[in-house]
């Protein structure tokens, strides 16, 4: 193992891991250059596993051999992959390096794929409008891969699932879950208006999905109201249903506009006094409802 020995995170083949900010690791001006950041061995071993291709790892010398299988796996893919090692008072600088429990990898970025290659044949998909917290992106990627979602779908203003906190609070299921941007990417963002609906669900229904924006309004159905018509309508056409759940951000939630392009709205039965769940938890009970469309409920999956 190429392992090199650093004393200072001033050193510059670091810039990675201690200086570069997330806007300049996506690099989106030159997407091939661009890189994400995973903290501790579970979510590299995810990443890596996920088919990511690592660049450079920094740790402190005594995670080098609990982690000597995973470097050693890393290292038949990148035969010179560097293995940086600095002293712990140096990376206790980094911000939240002890909660990264033992190690920090680089990643190359991988390009986004299309949308219809990242549904597949999936039947239930997520769609995040949005959201500004990268806490709850990653929650709601952990609640998708534990419920077998087949998808999630992004919009153009939604914070990045590689964002570093995003990666970690999903503890790498970002890497298990397929995902992409959806809607008119070359268009100016402008979050809250949904405007990158009008392509967006356009082409998920132009793929078979019924559209269901998570909503509260007087007419939403609730999940198990929905299921009723998802099924009536498989009856009688003999299609299998697809569903993609539409999650808008804290607050204000979905756009309007988004909304009223939604085949349906729905919401959760909520007891007195309480009115709506944190965006992360409603799509955990959501995808729970709907499992029987997830890879959790098919028998063809």
């Keep these: 193992m190429p392992v090199v020995l650093v004393d200072s995170l001033d050193d510059p083949r670091l810039d990675a891991f201690a200086r570069l900010t997330e806007a300049q690791l996506r690099s989106k001006l ?56 600095a002293p712990r008072e140096e990376l206790a600088r980094l911000t939240g390096f002890e909660l990264t429990r033992g190690a920090l990898a680089a990643f190359r970025r ?19 409008e949005d959201i500004t917290n990268h806490t709850n992106v990653g929650a709601i990627f952990r609640s998708a891969a534990a419920m077998g979602v087949d998808a999630v779908l ?84 003999g299609v299998p249903a697809k569903l993609a759940l539409l999650f808008g951000t804290e607050g204000d939630g979905l756009a309007p506009a988004t909304i009223a392009r939604c085949d349906y709205t729905v919401r959760i039965p909520m007891a007195p006094g309480v009115d709506s769940l944190n965006v992360a938890a409603s799509s955990a009970v959501a995808f729970y409802a709907f499992r029987h469309l997830s890879k959790l409920g098919r028998a063809d999956a």
């Design 30 to 85: 030159e997407p091939e250059r661009a890189l994400f950041i995973a903290e501790s061995g579970k979510v590299i071993e995810r990443a890596f596993a996920g088919g990511m291709e690592p660049l450079s790892l920094l740790m402190e010398e005594k995670w080098l051999e609990p982690m000597a299988p995973l470097i050693a796996a890393m290292e038949e893919r990148v035969p010179e992959l560097p293995v940086f090692v």
């Design 154 to 237: 992004a919009s153009p203003a939604c914070y990045d699932p590689l964002y570093r906190r995003a990666v970690r609070v999903s503890m790498g299921t970002v890497f298990q879950v397929p995902w992409t941007r959806i809607g008119n990417l070359d268009e100016p963002n402008r979050p809250g208006e949904g405007t990158w609906s009008a392509d967006g669900l356009d082409q998920l229904k132009d793929l078979g999905f019924t559209c269901a924006a998570m909503a509260l309004s007087d007419d939403s159905l609730t999940p198990d109201q929905l299921n009723e018509q998802l099924a009536a309508k498989e009856a009688a056409t």
């Design 110 to 128: 991988p390009l986004l794929p299309s949308l219809a290659d990242t549904v597949g044949a999936g039947r239930l998909v997520a769609v995040l």
